[in-house]
């Protein structure tokens, strides 16, 4: 996950406080789509619903089940670091 989101300047070093706006789902999903469906370069950190938004309708379009809630992870400022390195494995064993 690391080297995928910070290929696109965002940084990870955890699986909670590292993926509370969205930014790293984002980069990840432009990394492994090839920068195709997801307009990275347009997003902000400040956004953070629009980038869960997006980050999790392209990622179940592409047949990863929909595992984190959007509204629970706008309110969380650390998200469950169990729960998003679950949703990334799903991803990565989607991707690969």
Known sequence: ARQHAER??????????S????????????DVLGGKEMPFPELTPQDKRRNF??????AEKHG??????VDDMVRMAKPDAHSVMT??????KKFK
């Open 53 to 58: 938004e997006l980050a999790f309708k392209l």
């Open 8 to 17: 696109h300047g965002v940084p990870v070093k955890d699986f909670s406080a």
């Open 64 to 69: 990863v089940e929909p595992f984190l809630d």
């Open 19 to 30: 993926f509370s706006d969205g930014m790293a789902f984002c980069a990840i999903l432009y």
């Open 87 to 92: 949703y990334v494995s799903f991803l990565f």
